[in-house]
């Protein structure tokens, strides 16, 4: 196998200095090969292996990430799909309406309807999903016998692995019009209940089937700080007199200050993606009223009715308001003095 | 309150507390309870459901009725829905399009992915920066869902099998993990390697790869249960209806309760109750993944953590 000639630099034998991925990204402490010197021929000669390895990834990336950036031109034109079977040529043809779509999403109240829902479940999520994965890890945390923890963390994060077409025919079976909770209720007498399609209770039960599937898994990142908290801060707070629960307070809790800081930010930042696969799959059982987030709403106008200029403009409404969240919840991490996605 | 486990010397049985160290206070009894409750409770919320899934699948149509629905203590067994489903027709199809696109896929994308991470991993090679950047950026934006699709109907993508694994081929955040991995192995021994001859695809080959098995075993892991459950996209690209993977067939079967193609009849003669139809399809779809989670389990904390909390 052939390989370069140049000499890799000495820096890089140098013991490898641990690091990590977003701090390396963004200012690089690992020490340098010494590129200094060489001159930029001699630099490809020497990489052009590891260029062409990441060559296929950084291909993909920009065919299906970047280049889709150029058809949001779609949200300024009256998109016609039936002028060419080939969506590029269409976009080409299609005439430009300037902010038309924009004005019509601004006066459709269907638009706003699903940004309040959007909204809603992002609340809703925030208050009764997040406090659970720092519960249950605390839990697990507590059981000191290795096999009990290892089966209870096994069952836990099996549903993480599972499918949202699965998780909700799950709950189908079990809460939908003809499932295990309405069997039992009317074999006792009662009135059978669906719940999957009353639409008063929607935020509710979609919080419930994110805690069954990704609660467990949440836990992870919780226990991964805890086991970081040396044994001796206990022991010294035991000494001090504090009790089990004076512990938990003041050692356990601020273990996990940063770990909580920055998943709220991250979920913060996502504020408008608040579950499009799952709340897709149910949008028909309780109706747009109350199923209808922004990702489904550019769905339903874009890929049903057929409505691209419309729907492209509300998808970019999205994405430009999201990328100003993160950054606004990144800003907001770090004048906390917590380090945020991103570095400084 | 912490776990200390680390004491060899004198090895306890395998199911029992081990020593509990001097300043810890006894736990109380009713905190001790409590504790079982609620991780009791945790775990039969997952499994009770799943339980009732299996044992419904597996029940005749009598049984079936004599519960009135689902049941949950099982009366004998049988295995007539599964032979029903895998006899030929829709299900069986969907299922060896789901296996076969989970088996492309997932080796299409481990070697993309593990390719880039390596290149990414000699920080100060040429281009290193930039090329890091690319992928970072796309973590923070998405293009839109109809610029996308408009885009990749364009590339003629529709109605075939490559619109279920290009578009989502990678995630940028398994190849930092991947990549963050990598960083960690000794340089010493990739210097002796190249000293010895090896060239890059060797040394990955024969040093990189060999040494991060528990990372590579995560990452497969992930990208296999995304090919396994993703339904979205062959939603979006597959008109045929025989081209469909399981999840999708999975959706006309439970959630819009059609009788799978092929069925209707043995439903309707009476020696198949539809309801273990749905449940097998449903067993079908998490038995993979049930299976094959549990032997990665180990590895999931040292996977995550490399990327996710600094990441």
Same mark, same amino acid.
């Given at each position: ?42 630099? *490809? ?24 950036? %150029? ?30 779509? $924009? ?42 016998? @290795? ?40 074999? &006792? ?8 399609? &009353? @639409? ?13 599937? !990704? ?91 057929? !409505? ?37 | 309150?912490?776990?200390?486990? !680390?004491?060899?010397?004198?090895? @306890?049985?395998?199911?029992?507390? @081990? ?88 080796? *299409? ?22 090329? %890091? ?39 940028? $955040? ?21 000293? !010895? ?18 990372? %590579?075993?995560?990452?497969?892991? *992930? ?9 979205? &996209? ?78």
């Amino acid at each position: 196998m052939s390989h370069s000639t140049v000499p890799r630099s000495k820096a890089e034998a140098s013991t490898p200095v641990k690091t990590t991925v977003a701090s390396d990204g963004a200012t690089g402490p690992r020490e340098k090969r010494g590129s200094g010197k060489l001159s930029l021929r001699l630099r *490809f000669r020497r990489d052009r292996v590891l260029l062409l390895m990441t060559l296929p990834a950084v291909l993909l990336l920009l065919v299906f990430n970047y280049l889709p950036i %150029l058809g949001n031109i779609v949200a300024f034109q009256d998109y016609d799909p039936y002028i060419s079977d080939n969506g590029i040529v269409s976009m080409l043809n299609s005439p430009f309406v300037g902010m038309e779509n $924009f004005q019509r999403i601004f006066e459709d109240s269907a638009f706003w309807n699903a940004v309040e829902n959007t909204l809603v479940l992002f609340f809703v999520q925030l208050l009764l999903f997040f406090p659970i994965p720092i519960l249950l890890a605390l839990l697990i945390n507590s059981v000191v016998r @290795p096999r009990v923890r290892a089966f209870a963390q096994a069952v836990l994060y099996l549903p993480h692995f599972f499918s949202w077409v699965l998780v909700i025919a799950v709950f189908q079976q079990m809460f939908g019009g003809a499932g295990m909770l309405s069997q039992l209720l009317r074999q &006792n007498g009662y009135d059978g209940l669906d719940i999957m399609t &009353n @639409p008063d209770t929607f935020p509710f039960l979609l919080t419930a089937q994110s805690v069954w599937k !990704d609660a467990g898994w949440g836990i992870i990142i919780f226990l991964a700080a805890l086991a970081s908290v040396s044994p001796d801060l206990y022991e010294a707070a035991a000494m001090d007199g504090a009790g089990r629960w004076r512990r938990m307070w003041h050692v356990t809790l601020p273990a996990l200050r940063p770990v909580i800081a920055l998943l709220l930010v991250l979920r913060v930042g996502d504020a408008l993606t608040v579950g499009f696969e799952q709340i897709l799959l149910q949008r028909d059982g309780v109706g747009p009223g109350a199923g209808e987030v922004l990702d489904t709403f550019v769905w339903w106008n874009g890929v049903r009715n057929q !409505d691209f200029g419309y729907a492209a403009a509300a998808g970019l409404v999205k994405g430009v308001v999201s990328i100003g969240l993160v950054l606004a919840a990144n800003k907001v991490a770090h004048l906390m003095g917590e380090q945020g996605v991103y570095k400084k | 309150m912490t776990a200390v486990i !680390d004491k060899p010397a004198n090895k @306890p049985r395998r199911w029992a507390a @081990p020593e509990r160290p001097a300043w810890e206070e006894e736990p109380s009894k009713a905190g001790l309870a409590g504790k079982g409750i609620a991780l009791t409770f945790a775990c039969l919320a997952i499994l009770f459901p799943l339980w009732i899934v299996v044992v419904t699948s597996l029940s005749s149509r009598k049984t079936i009725d004599e519960a009135g629905g689902l049941v949950m203590v099982p009366k004998g067994i049988t295995f007539i829905a599964y032979e029903e489903l895998l006899s030929g027709g829709q299900v069986t199809r969907a299922t060896i399009v789901s296996i076969l696109v989970t088996l492309v896929g997932t080796l *299409f994308s481990m070697t993309v992915s593990v390719l880039c991470a390596y290149g990414l991993s000699r920080s100060g090679s040429l281009g290193h920066r930039w090329i %890091l950047m690319t992928l970072l950026a796309t973590m923070f934006f998405s293009a839109g869902l109809i610029p996308t699709y408009l885009l990749v109907q364009s590339f003629g993508l529709t109605d075939t099998y490559l619109a279920l694994i290009l578009p989502s081929a990678i995630s940028v $955040f398994n190849i930092l993990v991947l990549r963050g991995f990598f960083m960690g192995i000794s340089q010493e021994l990739i210097d002796s390697a190249r000293i !010895d001859g090896a060239g890059d695809l060797r040394i990955l080959w024969q040093i990189v790869m060999p040494l991060s098995r528990a990372v %590579l075993a995560v990452i497969t892991l *992930f990208y296999a249960v995304g090919y396994w459950s993703a339904w979205f &996209n062959a939603s979006l690209y597959l008109n045929q209806q025989d081209m469909m993977p399981l999840q999708n067939v999975m959706i006309q079967l439970v959630q819009k309760q059609e009788a799978p193609v092929g069925l209707g009849q043995a439903i309707k003669t009476g020696q198949l109750s539809g309801l273990a139809i749905q449940m097998a399809v449903m067993v079908m779809a998490l038995l993979p993944v049930a299976v094959l989670s549990p032997f990665v389990q180990k590895h999931f904390k040292k996977g995550m953590l490399t990327g996710a909390i600094k990441g």
